[in-house]
């Protein structure tokens, strides 16, 4: 136990050191880190060994109840009790011994009130001790002795000016621990860490007991690592040899025409390329030509509030004194076919005007596709 303990104040120490010698960029590629992990398939971040299901094992009044926690899904597998058929209980272990041989770590996750979670600030060149940085704040804050509890740590903010780092540390008696962890072996179950409070992996870790092996081997991971960069960076690649084939073939074209000619030959392919459309609109009348030419024919006592051109067909509305009024000096013009009412004409009672909106239908060749208001 004492081994099993000694490890985890190893690993608390670097973690603490860590956060004391990172600045803004180790804290941004941890970030990125976690970010990229979130984007792979769970099944392929498990297999790679960056993430692990967790089983978590939440002691109940005759046994424990449990749980498989998946990313932020946990899903409940059922409950031991003493009470209950051995096959059923033996049943539940075997599904538990399943997820094991998959990778997963199994989560003592005791209730909240069995520990304390108190607040605090610590210098953060002190975190690379580990828990003993937190002897005198657990000795203030805490009715335990150091040596007599299990703890765990998380860092809340940045370190500030003074060199202190703001943390939330949970505490809870050893004995309590072993007390649960003796009842959970009863039904041959071992726990690879111990935490208190809820959360998607059972809350804050209090103790290490041993981190379970799983994933790929490191030497698959790095190939798996430079597929994926290889695969990221074949279109910049083939990008590459594109262009260089096109500028080769431009250097070939400057020596046969000689200075200017490249830009000359361009200017009269462009040239013919755009003939068509460039005769097309020329023939056509311009989109303001008509919106001018429909105004003016509108008398003083209308006014137009939307104007929309699609294709050959223009719709208009508005309001006028006399909706009826507007049909004839609009077919009157040499652009129109005709003009008819889109739909029914509505009258206020209060102006005594009318809203409007006509459907004209454009000649033929009429003016290019847009929209006015």
């Known amino acids: 136990m004492s081994e099993a303990i000694d490890q985890e104040t190893k690993a608390e120490a670097a973690e603490g050191e860590t956060v004391a010698k990172d600045g803004f960029v180790g804290q941004f590629l941890r970030w990125w880190g ?15 060994g960056l993430t692990r299901d967790t089983i978590l094992v939440i002691p109940e009044k005759e046994g424990f109840r449990l749980q498989l926690a998946r990313g932020k899904q946990i899903t409940t597998i059922g409950s031991l009790s003493k009470s209950s058929p051995e096959t059923a209980n033996q049943k539940l272990l075997t599904l538990v011994t399943d997820q094991l041989d998959q990778g997963a770590e199994t989560v003592l996750s005791l209730p909240a009130d069995m520990g304390l979670q108190r607040l605090g600030e610590i ?70 860490r111990v935490s208190v409070g809820s959360g998607p992996k059972g809350g ?23 597929l994926a960069v290889l695969a990221l960076g074949s279109p910049l690649l083939r990008n590459y040899v594109e262009t260089s084939d096109n500028r080769d073939t431009a250097a070939k074209l400057r020596l046969q025409l000689g200075p ?13 390329q755009f003939a068509p459309l460039i005769a097309q609109r020329n023939a056509r009348p311009p989109v303001v030509a008509v919106l001018e030419a429909v105004t003016r024919a509108l008398p003083d006592t209308a006014y137009l509030v939307q104007l929309q051109l699609e294709g050959d067909q223009l719709q208009v509305q508005g309001v006028a004194r006399s909706a009826s009024d507007l049909i004839a000096p609009l077919e009157a013009l040499p652009m129109v076919v005709s003009a008819a009412f889109a739909a029914p004409v509505l009258r ?4 005594r005007n009318e809203q409007f909106q006509l459907a004209i239908a454009l000649a033929p060749g009429g003016p290019s596709n847009g929209e006015g208001e």
């Not at 792979?40 to 790679?48: G, K």
């Not at 704040?137 to 500030?160: H, L, N, S």
């Not at 206020?348 to 102006?351: F, L, V």
């Open 34 to 48: 976690q970010t990229l992990r979130a984007m792979l398939p769970h099944n392929v971040a498990v297999w790679l």
């Open 204 to 226: 804050d870790i209090v103790r290490t007991i041993r981190v379970p092996e799983g994933g790929a081997s490191p030497w698959l991971k790095f190939a798996v690592c430079l």
């Open 260 to 272: 200017g000619g490249l830009q000359k030959a361009a200017g009269r392919a462009s040239q013919n």
């Open 123 to 192: 210098d953060a060149v002190s975190l690379k001790k580990g828990r003993r940085a937190f002897d005198d704040e657990i000795e203030r804050q805490t009715p335990f002795a150091p040596d007599k509890v299990d703890f765990g740590y998380a860092i809340t903010g940045t370190v500030d000016g003074r060199g202190k780092v703001p943390v939330a540390f949970t505490v809870i008696p050893r004995a309590a621990v072993e007390e649960v962890l003796a009842a959970a072996a009863w039904f041959d179950i071992h726990p690879d």
């Open 348 to 351: 206020d009672p209060a102006t």
